[in-house]
């Protein structure tokens, strides 16, 4: 059986098939605590968690903060606006003040790729990386991934359309490690602008038109156009992309039926995804949400049970994993 012995999670590149696994298998017992009138589990009674959003978050912050709560965690919240980062401290030194306050967990959002690593090294605390410049975003990979098994019931072969601006998107690298290292096949799909050079040693295929990927694909990833990291001068305008790559209730008629439509969030709505289609029968966008607490829980549960040297000790009896279940009842996790 194969053990969290990790003091961080910095990115899903360097995750194996089996930790994935693991982690999914966690969030999966986890899920059940949100079903519940009080939703509490003493996991991380007497932890301290710390979150840094150094950049804008709705979706990642909240819940980080409901998942350390639902267990049972101490949060504490740096504001970069009413924080000494204003006053021109380093984020290293900010790090280090908070593990020498005996911190287990620093959550880390940053805009610049690599500063969870760099942080990582630096302390002793546990590190997770909550979305870095255009480097990564593990939680949403493991959101997405979570959600397409419990959609789909497994994830190897599936074909994955990822559409948009895949050259400054930290989810579609996270997902593009996740997706592949389980069995997926994934297509990426955009402006020739927006896809980096090379993305094929990813395990990716490019294709720079929506229709073919669009009819063959099981799953499509839609993202934001990042306009904060100057996308107008990638493309022409925006009204051009949404007419190539926006996804509407009239493309979607060239999809399989059972297509599931997701988005990490936050939606340019009439831009990558019109409405009808953001709120349609295919989205699984709010699903994402829900199971984000559940796959945070678990990430915050197993680092923490590797910083405190018990990462494989018997978890309380309500929160045990029940394994996934394919819709045939049998167990399969992809
Ligand atoms: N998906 C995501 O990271 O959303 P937020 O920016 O709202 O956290």
Same mark, same amino acid.
């Given at each position: ?23 999914? @298998? ?10 519940? #009138?009080?939703?509490?589990?003493? %996991? ?18 909240? #819940? ?26 380093? +984020?290293?030194?900010?790090?280090? !003040? ?12 940053? #805009?610049?790729?690599?500063?969870? %690593? /760099? ?7 546990? +590190?997770?990386? !909550? ?11 493991? =959101? ?14 599936? *074909?994955?359309?990822?559409?948009? @601006? ?5 989810? !579609?690298?996270? *997902? ?7 069995g997926a096949k994934v297509t990426v799909c955009g402006p020739p602008t927006l896809i980096p050079t090379g993305i094929e040693s990813f395990g ?13 694909? @099981? ?7 990042? /306009? ?33 439509? /997701?988005?990490?969030?936050? =939606? *340019? ?7 009808? =289609? ?5 989205? =699984? ?5 829900? *199971? ?13 049970? %590797?910083?405190?040297?018990?990462? @494989? ?22």
């Amino acid at each position: 059986m194969t053990r969290w012995t990790r003091k961080d999670l910095l990115g899903l590149e360097e995750l194996s098939r089996e930790e994935l696994l693991l982690i999914l @298998d966690q969030a999966k017992a986890f899920q059940q605590v949100s079903l519940r #009138s009080i939703k509490k589990v003493p %996991a991380l009674r007497g932890k301290t968690v710390a979150l840094c959003f150094l950049e804008p978050s709705t979706r990642t912050r909240t #819940s980080f903060e409901l998942a350390a709560k639902r267990l049972s965690a101490d949060i504490l919240q740096i504001q970069p606006s009413s924080s000494s980062l204003v006053k021109g401290e380093t +984020v290293l030194d900010t790090a280090r !003040a908070i593990e020498a306050m005996q911190v287990e967990i620093v959550v880390i959002r940053h #805009s610049t790729s690599g500063v969870p %690593a /760099m942080v990582a090294r630096a302390i002793r605390s546990s +590190v997770i990386n !909550a979305g870095d410049g255009s480097h990564e975003h593990p939680t949403q990979g493991l =959101v997405d991934l979570f959600t397409i098994l419990e959609k789909k019931g497994r994830i190897e072969g599936l *074909n994955v359309l990822i559409v948009g @601006d895949i050259l400054h998107s930290r989810v !579609a690298r996270s *997902n593009l490690w996740g997706l592949t290292r389980l069995g997926a096949k994934v297509t990426v799909c955009g402006p020739p602008t927006l896809i980096p050079t090379g993305i094929e040693s990813f395990g990716a295929k490019v294709s720079y038109r929506l229709e073919e990927p669009l009819g063959a694909a @099981d799953v499509l990833i839609a993202l934001r156009l990042q /306009m904060e990291r100057q996308q107008e001068k990638y493309i022409p305008s925006s009204r051009e992309y949404t007419r190539l790559y926006g996804i509407d209730r009239e493309k979607l008629k060239g999809a399989k039926p059972d297509l599931i439509l /997701m988005h990490p969030g936050p =939606v *340019n709505r009439g831009v990558e995804l019109s409405p009808e =289609v953001a709120d349609g029968p295919q989205s =699984v966008i709010l699903e994402q949400v829900t *199971n984000g607490i559940a796959v945070r829980m678990a990430v915050l549960y197993l680092v923490a049970g %590797a910083h405190s040297g018990s990462a @494989d000790s018997p978890v309380d009896a309500a929160v045990h994993p029940e394994p996934f279940e394919s819709p045939q009842g049998k167990r399969s996790l992809t």
